[in-house]
């Protein structure tokens, strides 16, 4: 994945590089590819948090606390 992709994605870049990012995308199929997978990202994991297929329920749930 181009770096940029993802921190256009986040809305992390100044003023200057997201245009400059912009003008990038314009031209790049690549990017333009990457930027479409990335934003649907969040929705593809919903859809695996919420389908019981998802998961074979063999591995016990990870827990964050130590």
């Known amino acids: ?3 940029g992709v ?3 994605a986040l809305g ?13 995308l314009d031209d790049c199929e690549q990017c333009q590819a990457e930027l479409i997978e990335f934003t649907e990202l969040p929705d ?8 019981p297929s998802s ?10 606390s130590r």
């Open 6 to 8: 993802a921190a256009y």
């Open 12 to 24: 992390v870049l100044d003023e200057e590089e997201h245009e400059a990012f912009e003008r990038h």
């Open 1 to 3: 994945m181009h770096d």
């Open 44 to 51: 593809r994991l919903d859809e695996l948090k919420n389908d």
């Open 55 to 64: 998961t074979s329920g063999d591995d016990p749930p990870m827990s964050m």
